[in-house]
């Protein structure tokens, strides 16, 4: 098969993935480098980083995960790269600008062991031979062994492992052959290994010579909706992976039907709901929200008309208006349009003495929501500062956005994975035999260290 062919093939069975993001990395060498800030990238609409070159080394896999376009049993088809043949794309690639770097995973087609280990290889050779300084993601095969995952770390910027699915119920069903505490033994390992080597460097004093293990951390994937989980499921296990195994994100990844299979529902969630969830885990990540917060009352879904932040305003209209002339960052980072921009811009108006309900609009707000929320020396934005009742202003705050797919807010056909959706879970149709009994506390949250639905 010819280079192109491959290229065309794997390159097409990488798209699926979401997990790869191009920040946090600082290195240097004869060909390319990566910044703090992360290599220069371009961004799809859908929020793709594509400035990498996103490939698989393999599609060639072992496992039969339902709703994987490159599960065992899919007639698709398959390609692998050598790694001489991978290594020059990537080089190539690189010098005619079209990269800044390498997103690289693979099919599990041999032992984990054996697949980390062609991986490393191809990072090896970038980064010895080429002298290749550009930033390097690594996918994280659970199972491979404490070796193979040392060296992968000392060749990349970041590793991921992707959990895939919220329960240990939903992997039993839909990927009977990955183990989520498994996979979750990689993460701890992982961040295990990112502590130790971050305490020895600067107990040695060698911080700033000395390369770091996996700089940019790690990330994984959740697929949304192949599976009926909740929305309070996934925020819980995304909030315990933060707090518990430091992940630098949680990417999330609509679930796109890619072969007919009674155990996935037939067609994606609505385009709303994966936004709604990179709202809830931006709130849990940067403003300080508990994963309890984002869905509060029993609550198992977030609001599919309100962004999550504004759905807990109108929770707890008795916090407000929030007083800009006096209130923390912290208080300010909760307040409807106000992000970190807009709250530091009003920190610094304030220190200068210039801050009033004027001069909001050009501080970053979004005035849209903020003005029902605020004052200024006791003074509400115009408009603002009268009782709308609870269902006006709900009115006001719905984002009500045009979906990217069809006026039914589903995906069209062939199109985009990436769903945004956050509403009503249709039932998934699984044999009657199919269906594991649910534990009390399912098994993989225990993993992590809390119980089936905690927030």
């Not at 980390?116 to 690594?138: K, Q």
């Not at 909740?230 to 039907?257: C, K, Q």
């Not at 009268?386 to 056909?413: F, I, Y």
Request: aromatic letters at 6%; glycine letters at 10%.
């Amino acid at each position: 098969m010819e280079t192109a062919e491959k290229l065309a093939i794997l390159a097409a069975s990488a798209r699926y993935d979401a997990s790869c993001a191009s920040s946090g990395s600082t290195r240097r060498g004869a060909l390319g480098a990566a910044s703090v800030g992360g290599v220069c990238h371009a961004w799809t609409e859908d929020g793709r980083c594509v400035s990498l070159l996103k490939v698989l080394l393999s599609n060639r896999c072992r496992y039969d995960c339902a709703y994987c376009a490159n599960r065992a049993s899919a007639e698709v088809p398959r390609a692998a790269f050598e790694t001489d043949e991978l290594v020059r794309i990537v080089v190539s690639f690189y010098r005619r600008n079209y990269i800044e770097g390498l997103f690289l995973s693979s099919g599990v087609f041999a032992e984990p062991d054996t697949v980390m280990e062609r991986m490393n290889e191809v990072a090896r050779r970038l980064r010895r031979d080429e002298g290749f300084g550009g930033y390097i993601h690594l996918k994280a095969i659970p199972g491979a062994g404490e070796r193979t995952l040392a060296e992968a770390g000392f060749l990349a910027d970041r590793l991921s492992a992707n959990i895939e699915l919220p329960t240990a119920r939903a992997l039993a069903v839909l990927a009977p052959d990955k183990d989520g505490r498994a996979i979750v033994g990689m993460m701890r390992a992982i961040d295990g290994r990112i502590l130790e080597d971050t305490d020895g460097r600067h107990r040695s004093g060698a911080a700033r010579r000395n390369r770091a293990w996996a700089p940019a951390g790690q990330s994984t994937q959740l697929v949304v909706g192949a599976s009926p989980d909740s929305d309070r499921e996934i925020v819980t296990l995304a909030g315990a992976l933060y707090r518990e195994v430091r992940l630098r994100r949680v990417y999330y990844s609509a679930y796109l039907p890619v072969s007919a299979d009674p155990r996935l529902p037939g067609s994606p969630p609505p385009l709303l709901r994966e936004h709604r969830l990179y709202q809830a885990d931006w709130l849990v990540r940067r403003y300080g929200f508990s994963t309890g917060e984002i869905l509060e009352d029993g609550a198992e879904n977030l609001d599919p008309e309100l962004d999550p932040k504004s759905a807990w305003a109108l929770r707890h209209l008795d916090r407000f208006p929030v007083e800009l002339a006096k209130a923390p960052w912290e208080e300010l980072l909760r307040v409807p349009g106000i992000g970190a921009t807009g709250a530091r811009r009003i920190l610094e108006s304030r220190r200068a003495g210039g801050l009033s309900v004027e001069a909001l609009p050009s501080l970053g707000l979004v005035m849209k929501r903020a003005r029902w929320f605020v004052t200024v020396h006791g003074r509400a934005p115009a408009g603002a500062g009268k009782d709308l009742g609870l269902p006006r202003l709900r009115a006001l705050l719905s984002d009500r956005p045009a979906t990217r797919g069809g006026v039914d807010g589903t995906a069209p056909a062939g199109g985009t994975r990436r769903d945004e959706a956050g509403g009503t879970h249709g039932a998934v149709p699984v044999p009657a035999d199919g269906i594991p009994t649910v534990p009390a506390a399912d098994p993989l949250q225990l993993e992590l260290g809390i119980g089936k639905g905690a927030a």
